[in-house]
């Protein structure tokens, strides 16, 4: 982004004869590096290079962005996202009594016609949670893409009987 910057104070630096000089300015590109990158900006701006400066742009905002998320709700790290997923799930699925609940259940899935009904099968689940794309903010429902994305096949099995039977 500030490359032309950084070259030109290198080049003045390298030209120089003592050392010290080429410290020196690689102290001050490590101290003003946000103001080198904003001159670049303003730079690519006003000489209407547009599409340079929206890569530019896009760059600076995604620098800090990270691939795995580290944190949902309250738990932190993966493995008590993976507990508090576990837990999630467990007492969702325990929230019902099982009398005669599991026995419709089973039933419902034999007699699926699949002539007749729309199937959802695991692989055409497991398809569109591996076209997702990660790293991007959370619907309205608070899920990320990242949950389903490092999820295991179980979820897959679920969903798609989700969306068979219902």
């Keep these: 982004m500030a490359n032309q910057n950084v070259v030109l104070v290198f080049s ?17 590109c490590k101290r003003h590096k946000e103001q080198i ?25 995604n620098r800090k962005a990270t691939t795995y998320v ?16 576990h837990d999630y ?3 969702l699925y325990n929230s019902v009594p099982d009398s005669h609940d599991r026995d419709y259940v089973v ?5 699926v016609n699949k002539d007749v009904f729309d199937y959802i ?13 990660a790293a991007k903010s959370a619907g309205p ?15 897959c099995i679920h969903l798609s009987l989700f969306y068979t039977l219902y």
């Design 141 to 155: 429902n608070g899920l990320v893409s990242e949950s389903f994305i490092n999820s295991s096949m179980k979820l």
């Design 89 to 91: 799930f467990k007492s």
């Design 12 to 28: 003045i630096c390298i030209k120089a004869e003592p050392p010290s000089s080429f410290k020196q300015a690689l102290r001050y």
């Design 107 to 111: 039933n419902a899935c034999s007699e």
């Design 70 to 85: 580290n944190k949902i709700g309250n738990a932190v790290g993966e493995e008590n996202i993976c507990h508090m997923w």
């Design 37 to 61: 990158q904003a001159n670049a900006l303003a730079s690519r701006y006003s000489n209407m290079q547009a599409k340079q400066f929206w890569n530019d742009v896009s760059k600076s905002a």
């Design 121 to 133: 099968s695991v692989t055409d689940v497991a398809n569109a949670i591996h076209g997702l794309k």
